[in-house]
């Protein structure tokens, strides 16, 4: 089942991958930029599913934390993937043997992506949410216990600010009050020490190959090629992009309209709103209303709800098939509002807790695609 | 009593308006001339009175056939202030190879630069500027692009490297991408470019153009104002897209319209475009400029392939996209051919009057039926990407093929606006511009509300406006918005105002 990603791949698997972002998981063009720039025409990262590591070996998944828009000015940092990757390096002795994306939906699969191709490894065909989410507590590894990585190490703009070499039995790590996700006191800590450096900062963190067997979204990152090709396929026939994405996601196409309105407003530190649209053509008197907080979380048709987060809630520009983002929302963009189905590990009683609508701060049960 | 002359050089013809207090007075037309400025002076001379002016406008794309083109280009050093920051997207990264190739631009990577809250990411270095402008001197390079990281809050880095580098070598052109572009630093650092590209080519064509007009010389830009000769000449990059934005506005204005749709049916496609407190609502992607990617904002287009030439599919009533472009003169059946146009059908509907209504006896109305009821769909599908459920603006039809509409939009209970002098909107929308100021700020807002930010905001637009020469009492701002730099506690906010107002003319 192993596959290779190519530099040609990289326009598909990030197309993809921003389809999968929600709406947010921040803008990857940049990130496309580094990559294309640093992969050379022949070199080829293998693809791998997580059972074809070898056993007691580790897989190191480099993140950027921080704000999108800050991405804009500071485009992705090799000091502060290099830094990183060679504190968790140093401290899990050589038994790194692949790479992987803690969060398949926008900008992060872009950082794996490059260190495999320099460390001439593997990247895992998985991440930690089959989507995007605005916060470290919402991935897999963190719901299903198993942190925030072991180790972990922060860095910067100029290199390491941190590294953590915490054991997965220390008491401390498990502490947090009762009602709270697991992983929450970690992300607070984080978010505290990005908006100090800069609104940017990079987590490296490594994973051992038995806990992500465990807790791994496998094969969103063939997901995200085969929706990005399926899109660029469709474009150069002049077929039905949308159409195209449905059938490659087996996803739900809901409505095809026009953004009529966008209200938003900034509360602790992200971005809320809501999005009306409008039907249009075949669709035309209906109306939805998307609400989001950096990606979309609920649909409703009037006081109908009919998807909720952790489905995913994607955007899609009708004509071209580009995935329009929570940040560049403005009335007039044509746009199908398309479901797809959450992965089955964010579908349980305990991942509803940590990514179901209540974790967002909504008094909504789990409305699901299938 | 205001006087302006407006011209608009296109690719087939240059027009010329003389307005007077808003009133067209007199127009000319004639074919543009391979030089230009003779096109202007015989456009000029065409108008009475024109030497009554105070201010010729001239909307031109010189500048952005240039850059199509390949031509005319100087080679420019980009310094990006904020090592090491941003040193993975180097200057240029992705532009087209041919680009690349006419010029020998360079790049330079130096301390300076802020971070979103204002700490400084390096302080700027007297010797390391000092280095770079003897680099230039070596190199003949005159002409200098400056970009900071998160240069357009904090512009003071990129305004003192510009005076350090005039001050090692005074044959230095500057360009700040603080003044040039927006948010996003590769976008804005490629417009800087762009437009340092261009100064030399600006500063002769503006010359030439001044020599050619007795009065102050103005230029039209992408977003609906003018700007001072000597303005424009160090910003060329502006007038990149000012032709759509030109024609909508004129239309629009002669139509005293400041909430519209405005539709232009030409002979191959209908193109629509909508204004919103007289200005056109701008598309949401990226502008890409001779293959090169920039965040300017391009008017919000929409085209369907009908026009006068489009052929027809009389079994189903179907319209273009196929048409028989400028060769309608000769294939259309009322003037002898053997191709059935829209055109035909609406000299067969009585609804023009052209070539020989004789020709088309054959056109029943069944055909006009069938026709109609496809065109009332496609129009009606045109419009509803413009306008809310419930939601009419007026209709402000321009182009050749404007009457072979008008009756059917009119039947749809449209309010329907055929101004006179269409065929001159582009010269009037450039006659008609005012200046304008933006400011694209982002604050830490833990010490400042959203409020307080947005009223900075506006005030620096404003400051911009007066500046670029508007009379105070007229400024007004046309936009404002906010976004929050998500994921950041404190709320760090990015706000961003654009203000317009009319000219002060100089007393005379």
């Known amino acids: 089942m192993s596959f290779e990603i190519r530099r040609a791949d990289i326009t598909a698997l990030t197309l993809g991958s921003t389809v999968l972002g929600c709406g947010g998981g921040g803008n990857s063009y940049y990130g496309q930029l580094v990559a294309r ?26 993140a950027v ?30 038994r790194v043997s692949a790479f992987f994306a803690a969060e398949i939906g926008g900008l992060q699969c872009i950082f794996p992506l490059l260190l495999a191709a320099e460390a001439g490894l593997p990247l895992l065909d998985g991440d930690g949410m089959g989507r995007a989410f605005p916060e470290l507590q919402m991935t897999t590894f963190a719901i299903y216990g198993t942190t925030h990585g072991l180790p972990h190490a922060l860095s910067g703009d100029r290199g390491l600010l941190s590294a953590g070499f915490p054991k997965d039995d220390d008491p401390a790590m498990q502490a947090r009050s009762s009602d709270e996700p697991p992983g929450i006191r970690f992300e607070r800590v984080v978010r505290k020490i990005c908006a100090a450096e800069g609104g940017l900062i990079y987590l490296t963190s490594a994973f051992d190959r038995e806990s992500l067997r465990r807790t791994l979204v496998r094969g969103s990152i063939s997901l995200a090629l085969r929706i990005g090709r399926a899109v660029e396929s469709a474009r150069e026939a002049h077929r039905d992009p949308v159409a195209a994405i449905v059938e490659a996601a087996e996803g739900k196409r809901f409505v095809a309209g026009k953004v009529v309105d966008v ?49 995913l809630i994607t955007l899609i520009e009708t004509e071209t098939g580009t995935p329009v983002s929570t940040d560049i929302l403005r009335p007039g963009l044509r746009v199908t509002v398309v479901g797809l189905p959450a992965s089955p590990l964010l579908r349980t009683a305990a991942a509803l807790k940590s990514v179901g609508p209540c974790a967002f701060g909504y008094d909504l049960p789990y409305i699901s695609l299938k | 009593m205001k006087i302006v002359a407006g011209i608009d050089v296109g690719g087939t013809n240059t027009d010329a308006v003389l307005v007077r207090d808003g009133q067209i007075v007199a127009w000319s037309k004639i074919p543009t001339t391979p030089d230009v400025q003779s096109g ?28 199509i083109e390949r031509r005319d280009l100087a080679s420019a050093a980009a310094i990006r202030l904020g090592k090491p920051v941003s040193e993975s997207l180097p200057p240029m990264t992705e532009w087209p190879p041919d680009l690349q190739s006419a010029v020998r631009n360079q790049s330079h990577f130096v301390s300076g630069g802020r971070e979103y809250d204002g700490r400084p990411i390096g302080e700027l270095n007297r010797d390391e500027i000092r280095r770079v402008a003897r680099q230039l001197a070596a190199s003949n390079v005159t002409q200098v692009a400056v970009t900071a990281v998160f240069g357009t809050s904090y512009p003071d880095d990129e305004t003192r490297a510009a005076e350090w580098l005039v001050e090692d070598n005074p044959n230095l052109q500057v360009s700040l991408s603080h ?23 600006a500063a002769r064509t503006l010359a030439a153009y001044q020599a050619a007009v007795p009065a102050n010389l103005f230029i039209s830009q992408n977003d609906g104002t003018v700007a001072h000769g000597p303005r424009a000449s160090e910003a060329p990059i502006f007038t990149i897209a000012s032709g759509p934005t030109n024609s909508l506005r004129g ?9 519209a749709i405005v539709l232009d049916v030409g002979g191959t496609t209908t193109d629509a475009g909508v204004l919103h407190l007289g200005y056109p609502r701008p598309a949401g992607l990226d502008l890409a400029v001779a293959g090169v990617r920039t965040n300017f ?13 489009s052929l027809i599919d009389a079994a189903t009533g179907a319209v273009g996209p196929r048409s028989v472009g400028f060769r309608l003169t000769d294939e259309a059946m009322v003037f ?56 009419h603006f007026p209709i402000i039809l321009v182009g050749g093929g404007a009457p072979l509409i008008e009756e059917l939009l009119r039947g749809l209970g449209r309010e329907v606006v055929r101004p006179a002098h269409a065929d001159v909107a582009n010269a009037y929308g450039a006659a008609m511009a005012q200046v304008g100021g933006e400011a694209d700020l982002t604050f830490s807002s833990a010490a400042i509300s959203r409020e307080e930010a947005l009223a900075r905001a506006e005030r620096e637009a404003h400051r911009r406006a007066l500046a670029a020469g508007a009379s105070p009492a007229s400024i007004t701002i046309v936009e404002l918005e906010d976004a929050a730099l998500s994921y950041l506690a404190g709320d760090a906010l990015r706000v961003r105002a654009r203000a317009v107002g009319d000219i002060e003319d100089p007393a005379s």
Not at chain 1, 266 to 295: L, M, S
Request: with cysteine; proline share 4%.
């Open chain 1, 37 to 62: 720039r640093l992969l050379s025409d022949d070199s080829a990262v293998p693809v791998i599913d997580v059972d074809e590591m070898d056993p007691g070996s580790f897989a190191i998944t480099p």
């Open chain 1, 65 to 94: 934390v921080g704000a999108p828009l800050v991405c804009l000015e500071k485009p992705p940092s090799l000091i502060a993937l290099h830094a990183g990757l060679k504190s968790v390096k140093a401290a899990l002795h050589g």
């Open chain 1, 263 to 311: 209200e938003r407003q900034f509360r602790a530190g992200h971005d809320w709103g809501t999005v009306r649209i409008e039907g249009v053509d075949e669709d035309h008197g209906r109306a939805a209303e998307i609400a989001f907080k950096n990606e979309y979380l609920v649909l409703r048709f009037g006081d109908q709800v009919a998807l909720t987060v952790p489905d």
């Open chain 2, 40 to 67: 202007i002076v015989a456009a000029l001379a065409g108008l009475p009175d024109a030497a009554l002016s105070r201010r010729v406008h001239i909307g031109t794309t010189a500048f952005t056939n240039a850059l």
């Open chain 2, 179 to 201: 003044r040039i572009g927006r948010f996003g630093i590769l976008e804005r650092e490629n417009a800087t470019l762009l437009n340092a590209m261009l100064r030399p080519l």
């Open chain 2, 251 to 259: 239309a629009a204005t002669l139509a005293s319209s400041r909430e």
């Open chain 2, 297 to 309: 904002r391009m008017p919000d287009l929409c085209s369907i392939g009908i026009g006068g030439g």
């Open chain 2, 336 to 391: 002898g051919g053997s191709t059935l146009t829209l055109t035909d059908v609406a000299v067969a509907a009585g609804r023009i009057d052209l070539g020989e209504r004789s020709r088309v006896r054959l056109v029943d109305a069944g055909i006009v039926a069938r026709v109609d009821s496809y065109l009332r769909a496609r129009l009606a599908r045109l419009l509803e990407n413009y306008e809310r459920l419930g939601q």
